[in-house]
Structures are given as structure tokens and as C-alpha cells.
């Protein structure tokens, strides 16, 4: 059984969005990360991500805490080691959402265990609307985000499936079959 389904896209692809929603409509948790980013307004510690600083995430990978963790954007992002186990133990699934480096490391991890997403917006000047309505980030952190389409973009063929999220009802569905058939053993 696939485990573990792995999501990485760019910044705006939607891929947060879809993950909150299939969560709650398959009730498979999320992976709660590490990051030193700044909190945004509408996040909870401890839900979206644990939140902390450098000088706590440089102990956690002493400490070797971490499955895989990468900068993104500036920032540092880590997948927490432990409980990874139970899920394949307990034959339960989870939603992991990395970026496309982490979801790497991850399959390279468990191979058996990982199905992996990737998903793109329709186009790149879609994806930079969606990130001025978004409104979280400065116009110099959209410009970061946008740059790193190109990169991201060249190795989603290293996904066994790659989505474009250009309509939101229709990938629902699609990433729902996805786990559900992973949870048969295909
Ligand atoms: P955001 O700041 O928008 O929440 O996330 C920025 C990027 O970091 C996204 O591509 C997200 O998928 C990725 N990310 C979040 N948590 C982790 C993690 O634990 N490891 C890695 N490698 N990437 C992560």
C-alpha cells in the first residue's frame, strides 16, 4: 500500500488548498513540518506548520530529526522522522506537501510507500495572478517564488503523476481516485 502521497508544485498551483480539502473528505492527516518562515496571519502553529526559529531548526537536524529538509524561498522547511513508521505500521495514509527536492528525498526514502503529485497551474502568468490575489508575499517574494516555476518544472517528471490545476472540482477528483487506488495496493 502507498502510504504516503507525496504533492510538490509551485507556489499557487493550488496544491494547499486541495490537500485542507481531501484531508477532511478521505479524513487522512497532513504532515505537520518545521519551518523557520514567518507565521501568516490565517495560520496555527501546530496545525499548518510548527513554527520555529533557526537556532531550533539547526538542533532538530543535529538531533537528526528530520527525514529531509531543504531551503525554499529563503526559508527552512523539515519533514519530521518521527511517526513516518506508524503509517505503514498501522496501514494509514498521509498527505505530505513538499517541494519538489523533498518529495525526491522522500521516494528515494520509502519507495514502496510513496505515491507522488505533481501538480502545475495552467500557465505561469495564471500562476503569478493567483499569487498577487493571494497577497501573502512582497512583489520581490512573488518574483523568487516565480523563478523557481522553471526549476520545479524540469524535474516533475521524476512524479508518478503529473496534474494541471486547471480546474479545481476536476483534480479534486482526480488526486481522490489517485489515493483511493493507492490505498487498494495499485
Ligand atoms: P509555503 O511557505 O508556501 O508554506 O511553502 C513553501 C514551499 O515549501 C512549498 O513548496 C511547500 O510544499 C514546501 N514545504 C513545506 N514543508 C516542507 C518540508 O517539510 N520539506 C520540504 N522539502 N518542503 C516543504
Not at 63 to 68: P, T
Amino acid at each position: 500500500m502507498k502510504n504516503f502521497i507525496v504533492i510538490s508544485g509551485s507556489s499557487g498551483s493550488g496544491k494547499t488548498t486541495l490537500i485542507e480539502l481531501l484531508s477532511r473528505d478521505l479524513n487522512i492527516s497532513i504532515s505537520v513540518s518545521s519551518t523557520t518562515r514567518a507565521k501568516r496571519e490565517y495560520e496555527v502553529d501546530g496545525v499548518h506548520y510548527n513554527f520555529i526559529t533557526k537556532n531550533e531548526f539547526d538542533d532538530l537536524i543535529t538531533k537528526n530529526e528530520f527525514l529531509e529538509y531543504e531551503n525554499v524561498h529563503g526559508d527552512w522547511y523539515g519533514t519530521p522522522k518521527k511517526g513516518l513508521q506508524d503509517y505503514i505500521d498501522s496501514n494509514l495514509q498521509l498527505f505530505l506537501e513538499l517541494d519538489v527536492r523533498g518529495a525526491i528525498s522522500l521516494m528515494k526514502f520509502y519507495p514502496k510507500n510513496t505515491t507522488s503529485i505533481f501538480l502545475s497551474p495552467p500557465n505561469i502568468e495564471e500562476l503569478r495572478s493567483r499569487l498577487i490575489k493571494r497577497s501573502t508575499e512582497t512583489s520581490e517574494q512573488i518574483e523568487t517564488r516565480l523563478g523557481r516555476f522553471q526549476v520545479e518544472d524540469n524535474l516533475k517528471k521524476e512524479f508518478d503523476y503529473n496534474l494541471i490545476n486547471d480546474n479545481f472540482e476536476t483534480t479534486f477528483e482526480v488526486i481522490k481516485k489517485i489515493v483511493l487506488n493507492c490505498k487498494l495496493g495499485e
